[in-house]
């Protein structure tokens, strides 16, 4: 189908790095997209704001998705009324936002949000005069509420791909920026200068990242080149909006391939810099570890099954944690003592940089925690271990440190066989465990996975528990 749009444009598509007033237009019929595939409540929204005399079209990802083939996870509208105008539109409205401030227009569970057209962010003597933009000396857009005519907010999107508007009335396309020809050539291009745009605002790098790990594209030569020169400016971007900007990276599906180009693009270190530099220091084992977890959560997502940040955020710290807790062993402090102190000190640093909730880092430390209780299966240890509501995540956890090449001891086996065993054969497995209890729960030399034990994380659910 989507051959067959290209096929059917009736004018050549040009290259094109800036948007153009008059935009490429693409009538009912030579796009594939149907009224609907589309939010009975997005239509609403437009419909309305379009009968109370303002401009509104659907914009950007849902656009890009649908002529992809694509379901969009949610249905954005761009208009020329201001928030309060919309506010005034729809009682069950409400505006939000400081730094860029919109409308959620809602619907029970379903949000649509709408925007006002943006225009281009005034600039010297214009910004100092405006109360409405600012940015700092880095060039970063702090506040961006400066509202525009729909040929500036194209023009100040960030992606060609996501300059694109659909009139649910007339089934019309508007095309400012050839984003139709860079979906046709599977590319991630900025609009405007790549430097100036990733200073503006430097999670335009992630989002590059992400678009292209989701849709399987380029970024076109020019969007990625000042990539990794600028990705220390990441630094700048508030530790809250970056927590929210990783789970989008890491639990949408695609996590192996975004990995994979955060760390081509020198934007991995920046997120997670104890990560990174276990990575250098033990580059097999950390990479192998962080890969399985990536590999399972992708897999439970595409299975329909839920997944948790914390279980991601364990997984991707934990090669930075073993060398903090035997250099606090080596001072003489016992093991879960030196676990808890590490766990704390690596988590508050990582937190420096991406503020990870306190409902997340309870159950990292907890997850932690279990590898060194794991391995403490003398007397009624065990059971009391299986009867924890974090056993099934830490088991998990274990089996995912095994499958990077950890030697355990067999514990995982010892473990999964526990679990399914008759009371007596556990009594007869503590008997037996003699020498063995109480073995180390620190990484030692890889070892072959056994085929016996399930895939780390999916017997009870590893990501999602």
């Known amino acids: 189908m989507l051959k067959k749009l290209f096929q059917s444009l009736r004018s050549p598509l040009r290259r094109a790095h800036q948007p153009h007033s008059t935009p490429q237009v693409l009538n009912g019929n030579q796009h594939p997209i149907q009224r609907g595939q589309i939010s009975r409540y997005a239509v609403s929204v437009v419909e309305r704001l379009q009968n109370a005399g303002y401009q509104a079209y659907l914009v950007g990802g849902c656009v890009r998705d649908l002529l992809l083939g694509i379901e969009p996870k949610d249905f954005d509208v761009a208009t020329s009324a201001t928030p309060e105008q919309v506010r005034a539109e729809f009682r069950n409205a409400r505006v939000i936002g400081r730094r860029f401030k919109l409308v959620h227009v809602h619907f029970g569970r379903e949000i649509i949000e709408t925007a006002t057209f943006r225009?281009?962010?005034?600039?010297?003597?214009?910004?100092?005069?405006?109360?409405?933009?600012?940015?700092?000396?880095?060039?970063?857009?702090?506040?961006?509420?400066?509202?525009?005519?729909?040929?500036?907010?194209?023009?100040?999107?960030?992606?060609?791909i996501n300059a694109l508007y659909y009139?649910?009335?007339?089934?019309?396309?508007l095309d400012y920026a050839h984003g139709v020809h860079?979906?046709?050539?599977?590319?991630?291009?900025?609009?405007?200068?790549?430097?100036?745009?990733?200073?503006?605002?430097?999670?335009?790098?992630?989002?590059?990242?992400?678009?292209?790990?989701?849709?399987?594209?380029?970024?076109?030569?020019?969007?990625?080149?000042p990539i990794y020169r600028l990705a220390p400016m990441l630094r700048e971007i508030p530790a809250a909006r970056l927590f929210d900007e990783v789970l989008k990276l890491f639990l949408t599906g695609y996590a192996i391939y975004t990995y994979e180009l955060l760390l081509d693009y020198g934007l991995f270190g920046q997120l997670f810099p104890a990560s990174a530099a276990a990575l250098e220091q033990n580059p097999d084992y950390t990479d192998t570890l962080i890969r399985n977890a990536l590999d399972n959560t992708d897999l439970r997502i595409q299975q329909g099954k839920p997944v948790t940040p914390a279980f991601l955020f364990a997984a991707l710290l934990w090669p930075a944690l073993p060398a903090r807790v035997i250099r606090l062993q080596e001072r003489g402090m016992p093991p879960i003592p030196a676990m808890q102190e590490a766990a704390h000190e690596l988590i508050s640093e990582q937190c420096q940089r991406i503020a990870v909730p306190k409902r997340f880092t309870m159950p990292i430390r907890e997850i932690w925690d279990m590898q060194e209780r794991l391995p403490r299966r003398s007397g009624k240890r065990a059971d009391l271990l299986l009867e924890n509501p974090r056993f099934r995540a830490g088991y998990d956890f274990l089996l995912l440190r095994e499958s990077a090449g950890e030697e355990t001891n067999g514990l995982g086996d010892w473990w999964t066989d526990y679990q399914d065993a008759s009371d007596s054969e556990r009594r007869l497995m503590i008997r037996n465990l003699g020498s063995k209890d109480d073995g180390p729960g620190a990484p030692r030399k890889r070892r072959r996975s056994s085929g016996k034990r399930k895939r780390a994380g999916e017997q009870s659910g590893g990501a999602g528990e």
Not at 136 to 156: C, H, M
């Open 119 to 160: 225009a281009n962010h005034p600039q010297g003597d214009e910004e100092e005069d405006s109360n409405q933009a600012s940015r700092n000396e880095s060039g970063r857009i702090l506040r961006d509420n400066v509202y525009g005519t729909l040929e500036d907010d194209a023009q100040r999107r960030d992606f060609t």
């Open 167 to 173: 009139d649910p009335s007339t089934e019309r396309i």
């Open 182 to 225: 860079d979906i046709r050539n599977n590319l991630i291009r900025l609009i405007g200068d790549p430097t100036q745009r990733y200073q503006e605002d430097p999670v335009r790098m992630l989002r590059a990242v992400r678009f292209a790990a989701k849709l399987d594209f380029d970024i076109e030569k020019h969007s990625a080149a």
